[in-house]
């Protein structure tokens, strides 16, 4: 309860939550595609509390629609920033959770937010998870089709962790496979993981999706992931989400 009040609190208060930004790369350019925006939360007593655990009780008190909508605004904010300093071709990528998808008013809230910020529909990505695309209801397709109409990117977040059929790929216009972690983790030495990985690269290039490889560490998973053709990366081994100072400093100045 006490965790419940701060969070309704904090988002009522300037400057508790703020978000860092970890980059994606590409492997063929050696240039960063975009970031994935992920939220912090600096607690008055607690100090940085992970979204792992405010995440959850956002969503399980509502709160997570307002939440959500802030990080989406700043995320825009912050993308468009850059984009009048000339980096135009980035995208941020922003998590959606399924309450938030589910809301009636989604699709208004998007345009709306690109109003505000002025950032151009095409430097906006929406994560989903595999969860939520698999309930495969009509309300689902209308509204990922309302979105792509926008202009914005759609990406399939933690993919190949749900239980899905591969049929409702085909319904979507998604735009980006985001291989699980999971399976990015031990792919060096899981004969199981790798294949999995293999079919997943196949699919997205059958399917002509993009394809990113998240939580990736080492030099041998992007050898890996090299030689069977995905080419963009996210992970560690390039960088740590930062906050955009920092993202800037690190990844701009070299390009
Ligand atoms: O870096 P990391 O610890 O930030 O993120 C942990 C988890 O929290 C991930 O599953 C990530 O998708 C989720 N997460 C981070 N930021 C957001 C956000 O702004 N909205 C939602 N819905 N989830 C987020
Ligand atoms: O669920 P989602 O894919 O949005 O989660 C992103 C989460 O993965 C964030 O918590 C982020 O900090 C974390 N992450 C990103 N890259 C790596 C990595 O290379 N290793 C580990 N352990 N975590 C990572
Ligand atoms: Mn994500
Ligand atoms: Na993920």
Redesign the pocket.
């Known amino acids: 309860i006490k965790l419940e009040n701060d969070l309704y609190k904090a988002l009522n208060e300037e400057n508790s939550f703020m978000l860092h930004y970890q980059p994606k790369m590409n492997l063929e350019t050696n240039e960063m595609i975009g970031m994935e ?3 912090r939360w600096d607690h008055p007593d607690l100090g940085l509390v ?3 655990t405010f ?1 959850p009780l956002a969503e399980e008190t509502g709160l ?1 629609t307002r939440l ?1 909508e802030w ?1 989406l605004k700043e995320a825009c904010k912050q993308m468009n920033q850059w984009y009048m300093k000339g980096y135009k071709d980035w995208t941020v990528s ?4 399924p309450q ?1 998808f589910n809301q009636n008013n989604l699709v208004n809230v998007v345009m709306r937010v690109l109003n505000e910020t002025h950032l151009p529909a095409e430097n906006l990505e929406l994560e989903l998870t595999e969860n939520l695309i698999i309930h495969n209801t009509c309300k689902t397709t209308t509204t990922i089709k309302k979105l792509k109409n926008l202009g914005i990117k759609i990406s399939i ?1 933690d993919f190949g962790t749900g239980y899905s059929s591969l049929g409702y790929l085909k319904n979507f216009p998604v735009d980006t496979l985001k291989i699980d972690k999971s399976f990015i983790d031990d792919i060096t030495t899981n004969k199981n993981n790798a294949a999995i990985t293999d079919t997943i690269i196949t699919l997205a290039n059958s399917l002509k999706l993009d394809v990113i490889a998240e939580g990736v560490e080492t030099q041998d998973q992007i050898d890996f992931l090299q030689g069977r053709g995905c080419y963009l990366i996210q992970g560690f081994f390039f960088s740590r ?1 930062l906050p955009p100072g920092q993202l800037i400093e690190e990844f701009a100045k070299k390009h």
């Open positions: 925006a992920l939220i992970p979204p792992q995440i997570i959500g990080v922003v998590n959606l959770s938030q977040d989400p």
